[in-house]
């Protein structure tokens, strides 16, 4: 008994949705950051779920380098807070606009 995929696409919807409202609510670098990575896990679901809907392994390897995309997007976003962090004393991004020419 399989999994319809349109179970897997409301799944994803309703992450990125989440994703999305962390990314357009919290001023904290850290949630904002958590909030992209899910956005992009939604995306990888769907990869997923129509590679198993057409029955190849196309959409399976887009979510192998969207996997590593986001690895290498965490390796710079952690890079950019701890910078944020040792400017500032706090991770709230909206203290970064004191940083403008």
Sequence with gaps: MA????YY???SAAIFCIGLFGVLTRSNALIFLMSVELMLNAANINFVAFSLQHGNLTGQVFALF????AAAEVAIGIGIILVLYRNFSDVDVTKATTMRW
């Design 9 to 11: 696409l409301l799944l």
């Design 3 to 6: 999994v319809p995929a349109q």
């Design 66 to 69: 969207g996997m590593a995309i």
